[in-house]
Nanobody
Framework: QLRLTESGGGSWQAGGSLRLSCAASRYTDSPHCMGWFRQAPGQEREGVAAIDTDGTTSYVDSVKGRFTITRDNAENTLYLQMNNLKPDDTAIYSC??????????????????????WGQGTQVTVSS
């Protein structure tokens, strides 16, 4: 079993920066992806960013150029650096991990909320 624990959320002003962290309880060397997903009130969960074991990253269009996903395998930690925050970024952010062939395919097509491992989420609120 893999446990994922997010941290770093809170309330921020538009234009500010924030870094989310996701600590994994263990490391796996199986081909897998890790990623960040968000769900705003009244909306479906959407994929934000993902990274695979090769280090290839993928982003949803709305965050390209503003968000950066990285992973520290030595610390079993996933990060999401969020710059130039916008009120539309307000959501509960969750990290997830699952077997995958590529970060792009997983983020855009194959992830499912009932599949893989998920954290509890952390609230990010951005005010204008």
């Amino acid at each position: 079993q893999l446990r994922l624990t997010e941290s770093g959320g809170g309330s921020w002003q538009a234009g500010g920066s924030l870094r989310l962290s996701c600590a994994a309880s263990r490391y796996t060397d199986s081909p897998h992806c890790m990623g960040w997903f968000r769900q705003a009130p009244g909306q479906e969960r959407e994929g934000v960013a993902a990274i695979d074991t090769d280090g290839t990253t993928s982003y949803v269009d709305s965050v390209k150029g503003r968000f950066t996903i990285t992973r520290d395998n030595a610390e079993n930690t996933l990060y999401l650096q969020m710059n130039n925050l916008k009120p539309d970024d307000t959501a509960i952010y969750s990290c997830a991990a699952d077997l995958c062939s590529s970060s792009e395919i997983w983020l855009q097509y194959t992830w499912r909320p009932e599949v893989g491992f998920w954290g509890q989420g952390t609230q990010v609120t951005v005010s204008s």
